[in-house]
């Protein structure tokens, strides 16, 4: 049942709740409108790039200004935020999206946070 009237998202039995409030004042005039998907990825990566279909169709190039996400370990006890940045270098996790795609890429073995969603914020006309 939504909270509030909020959109509810369960993974792996927790239940996320998107709450999002976005002002977007352009130096110019525009018809664009902000749209967000919320993308399921599956499990993180052993040290690899993962790509997973985002199913955004885009009337012309895309314009994505803005991509995010979180990973849950197996025992659902820790988040990770992505992209993620670490003074070790070789544990950033890299977070990208293509026209089509979503990609993760790890230097190291990700693979035990096995729930992951990436938000994509997008504009189009």
């Not at 690899?48 to 006890?77: C, L, M, Q, W």
Request: charged share 15%; proline share 6%; net charge negative.
């Amino acid at each position: 049942m939504p909270l509030l009237g909020l959109p509810l998202i369960t993974i792996g039995g927790v239940i996320l709740c998107f709450i999002a409030l976005v002002y977007c004042f352009p130096s110019e005039p525009s018809s664009d409108h902000l749209y967000r998907k919320a993308v399921y990825f599956g499990a993180l990566p052993n040290a690899a790039t993962k790509s997973v279909a985002h199913g955004v169709k885009f009337n012309g190039h895309p314009k994505i200004v803005h991509i995010y996400g979180v990973a849950r370990d197996k025992e659902g006890g820790i988040f990770l935020p992505l992209p993620y940045s670490s003074l070790t270098l070789n544990q950033n996790v890299s977070l990208y999206a293509t026209a089509f795609d979503v990609c993760i890429k790890t230097n190291e073995d990700y693979s035990e946070y096995t729930d992951t969603l990436v938000v994509i914020e997008y504009l189009e006309s």
